[in-house]
T-cell receptor
Framework: GAVVSQHPSRVICKSGTSVKIECRSL??????MFWYRQFPKKSLMLMAT?????????EQGVEKDKFLINHASLTLSTLTVTSAHPEDSSFYIC????????????FGQGTRLTVV | AQKITQTQPGMFVQEKEAVTLDCTYD???????LFWYKQPSSGEMIFLIY??????QNATEGRYSLNFQKARKSANLVISASQLGDSAMYFC???????????????FGKGTKLSVIP
């Protein structure tokens, strides 16, 4: 299957700082990338959908000014958690797919963010 | 109403036995896709199997098969000959028609934690 690389896998940051998470599709062009957040022992909650070259579409309740998403190319999307707070500590995971209904969504390895 | 329902928070299975993980879904779309993913403790999501709503045959991928009952809106995952490495969280997901965001989002169930007993 296709490969999606997410970096970093773990990050610890201080409250008030910003953290950038990268999601790269290594061997295919990802027209769409999705960002999910997962709380311990819970399902994945979609945060936002980004299409290459356009603004991300955020799910209800997700602060777009806090979770900045950039999808500047067909192989890279970034999620920046701005002014991080301890309650932002979570597991963030991206997925990427090329256009098409029956295409599989490939997931990155996830990033465990801890804000202290 | 929940779009994806996984009623089994946790399941145990003896090694080498088969196990069925339940998944029911709710959609008014005629065209949709159903996915199963495995999430080990490391956190990565591993694609297992896909079933399209118009596929007449049940999907199979190695030891994984999907018992698709369209009228009952169920898409249960069957794992045959369980192995210790199968211990993980398993998520059922559905992709519906374009939600309007120009993409096809996945909606996930709450997951089932499978534990394989030696």
């Amino acid at each position: 299957g296709a490969v999606v690389s997410q970096h970093p896998s773990r990050v610890i940051c201080k409250s008030g700082t910003s953290v950038k998470i990268e999601c790269r599709s290594l061997d295919f062009q990802a027209t769409t990338m999705f960002w999910y957040r997962q709380f311990p022992k819970k399902s994945l909650m979609l945060m936002a959908t980004s299409n290459e070259g356009s603004k991300a579409t955020y799910e209800q309740g997700v602060e777009k000014d806090k979770f900045l998403i950039n999808h500047a190319s067909l192989t890279l999307s970034t999620l920046t958690v701005t002014s991080a707070h301890p309650e932002d500590s979570s597991f963030y995971i991206c997925s990427a797919s090329s256009y098409g209904f029956n295409t599989e969504a490939f997931f990155g390895q996830g990033t465990r963010l801890t804000v202290v | 109403a929940q779009k994806i329902t996984q009623t089994q928070p946790g399941m145990f299975v003896q090694e080498k036995e088969a196990v069925t993980l339940d998944c029911t879904y709710d959609t008014s779309d005629q065209s949709y896709g159903l996915f199963w993913y495995k999430q080990p403790s490391s956190g990565e999501m591993i694609f297992l199997i896909y079933q399209g709503s118009y596929d007449e045959q049940n999907a199979t991928e190695g030891r994984y098969s999907l018992n698709f009952q369209k009228a009952r809106k169920s898409a249960n995952l069957v794992i045959s000959a369980s192995q210790l490495g199968d211990s993980a969280m398993y998520f059922c997901a559905m992709r519906e028609q374009d939600s309007g965001a120009g993409s096809y989002q996945l909606t996930f169930g709450k997951g089932t934690k499978l534990s394989v007993i030696p």
